[in-house]
């Protein structure tokens, strides 16, 4: 109460629980750990299949410095430059050509993340459509695909392509932290019952190292789990 300023501060339930405003610092947060916290990292475990668990751990250390050290270095170069958004950092670094690569990067990343997106959503209503007693042939159909795929585009993925500022997904950042989470403990509590199950059977071949034309599967699956990157300038730019 004797401090400057206390009387305006607010209170510790009102800061956790008010509504979030446009560039607040809790909206921010939440939209960066969502994206950070993405669904990549559910990906992770296949890497341990894929080249072992050995190279596995070096490529989640490294990707993790990778993704810290890019970040830092991209924040660096706005802050000093006093630069709202990537275009204009592409310019600064490398010029036209750069700013041209950036521009092929994020139409190939969003085509590939929009694709991405409709085939787990449409795995995903399939495995309710099967456990509500639907024909497994017709979920594994083109027909089905199409039937999940169109809607999902339309009703679901095109209206969220039309928000422009990144304060419009705090909200939906909090839903997807709180299912990661999830996910996370349901993952935790089973993983010893499906190691119990399957750890006698012949297919199981458990090594520190397979080195195959698997690892640049296991590489790509590993830096994108990190690749939080497209979110870090908007939210830079709307931050108060």
């Not at 509504?19 to 960066?32: A, Y």
């Not at 802050?79 to 521009?103: E, M, R, S, T, V």
């Not at 024909?135 to 679901?156: E, Q, Y």
């Amino acid at each position: 109460m004797m401090s400057p300023g206390g009387m305006a501060r607010r209170t510790f339930f009102k800061r956790t629980f008010s509504k979030l405003e446009k560039g607040s610092v809790r909206g921010s947060i939440l939209s960066l750990c969502s994206a950070a916290v993405g669904g990549g990292v559910l990906s992770l475990p296949f890497v341990f299949v894929l080249s072992g668990w050995a190279v596995a751990i070096v490529l989640i250390i490294i990707g993790a410095l990778a993704g810290v050290w890019s970040n830092l270095m991209i924040a660096e170069v706005a802050i000093k430059h006093k630069l709202p958004n990537f275009d204009k950092i592409a310019q600064a670094a490398g010029g036209k050509c750069l700013q041209n690569l950036l521009l092929a990067s994020i139409m190939g990343f969003l085509v590939g993340a929009c694709i991405s997106y409709q085939i787990l959503f449409t795995a995903m209503i399939g495995y309710v459509a099967e456990m509500l007693g639907a024909n497994k042939t017709f979920v594994d159909s083109i027909g089905f695909r199409a039937l999940v795929g169109g809607p999902a585009t339309l009703f679901c993925f095109f209206p969220l392509s039309l928000l422009r500022e990144m304060s419009a997904f705090a909200a939906g950042g909090l839903a997807s932290l709180v299912a990661l989470f999830y996910t996370a403990i349901v993952m935790v509590i089973e993983c010893p019952f499906y190691y119990d199950q399957n750890i006698d059977k012949k297919w199981v071949d458990i090594k520190p190292v397979f080195m195959d034309w698997n690892f640049f599967s296991s590489a790509a699956i590993t830096f994108f789990a990190y690749t939080c990157h497209a979110q870090l300038m908007p939210i830079y730019s709307e931050l108060v």
